[in-house]
């Protein structure tokens, strides 16, 4: 079963009305979807594969939580949302969501890289299915 996806609409009004919010500069978002070429071939560590047709995702709620608590602290960031799905999911499918909001471009660049490489690394499990 799926997580039901937030609205960054919302997300964005939401953190623009908090008073915090007179300290950004800029918010940087990051939709990770399923895709039809597997991991290995998009990575260029393989020529060719089968076509993945879907994804097993489940990810650690403490673990999605202490990253985002870690690229909070980082410098000029003042804002981390993020939100990953689960269940089974295909083509097209969001894997997940993940907002930063911060004081300049080279903080907020920072801040979403290492917010997306925590969850990809250390949060998600992941099984690309096959067609």
């Known amino acids: 079963m799926q997580n039901t996806r937030p609205s960054l609409d919302a997300w964005l009004a939401e953190l623009k009305a908090d008073p915090a919010a007179a300290g950004v500069g800029m918010f940087l978002m990051h939709n990770g979807i ?23 995702l489940s990810f650690d709620h403490a673990g999605l939580e202490a990253a985002i608590e870690a690229v909070r602290s980082m410098t000029g960031i003042v804002f981390v ?8 999911l295909t083509l097209g499918d969001d894997i997940m969501y993940a907002l930063v909001g911060g004081d300049i471009r080279e903080n907020v660049f920072a801040g979403i890289q290492e917010l997306v490489r925590r969850i990809k690394s250390e949060v998600v499990a992941e099984r690309e299915l096959g067609s």
């Open 34 to 56: 399923v895709r039809a070429t597997a991991r290995s071939v998009a990575r260029g560590m393989t020529p060719s594969g089968s076509a993945v047709s879907g994804m097993e």
């Open 81 to 88: 949302r993020a939100w990953v799905n689960e269940g089974t």
